[in-house]
């Protein structure tokens, strides 16, 4: 390799080390609208409805599957999956209801939240969702409008503390069809 594309390598490495390590982070998928995001600073954040958030997703039972079939790409998580980037779509207290048009809290329809018995494979998703009231501790996180997103359709409720609270930089698309 020439000297000068091993520079450039070698810079655009440094910068992208920096700029996570600043708490920015890109998004490429088609859940949520492409683009850059950072990760909001303090352990005090209010989490509420609507807010775009970042978090490891947990559960064993759902990683492997999410890593193997390519929902999620390998990353920096507990897991070994990168984070997910969803919005709140339901806190404690609220109550979910599942339907065939998709999933209501506290009676409103959700966007695009219709849950899949299988994936664009052809693969059967799980689908741990469960209508009821949403226990102290835990979230509803869905994709922002994205019929296909790998979210809490499939995976169920997540602890409210492994949120954290994101905002948008530089989007790119809006996320819409």
């Avoid at 440094?14 to 949520?32: D, K």
């Avoid at 994709?143 to 169920?156: E, K």
Wanted: charged letters at 15%; one cysteine or more; hydrophobic letters at 40%.
């Amino acid at each position: 390799m020439r000297p000068s594309v091993v520079f450039l390598v070698c810079v655009m490495g440094c910068a992208g080390v920096v700029l996570f390590e600043g708490g920015f982070r890109f998004n490429a998928t088609a859940s949520m609208p492409r683009g850059f995001y950072q990760l909001v600073p303090g352990q005090a954040v209010v989490i509420e409805h609507g807010a775009l958030v970042s978090f490891c997703l947990e559960d064993a039972t759902f990683t492997p599957l999410a890593l193997e079939r390519g929902y999620l790409r390998p990353g920096s998580c507990p897991g070994g999956l990168q984070p997910l980037l969803k919005v709140v779509a339901g806190l404690p207290g609220d109550e979910v209801s599942l339907a065939t048009d998709g999933i209501r809290i506290n009676g409103q329809l959700q966007p695009e939240s219709q849950a899949h018995s299988q994936d664009s494979s052809g693969r059967p998703l799980p689908l741990a969702l469960r209508s009821g009231r949403i226990p102290q501790g835990m979230a509803l996180i869905l994709s922002s409008g994205h019929p296909g997103g790998f979210d809490g359709r499939y995976f169920g409720l997540v602890p409210l503390t492994s949120l954290q609270l994101v905002k948008p930089v530089q989007l790119f698309d809006t996320g819409e069809k």
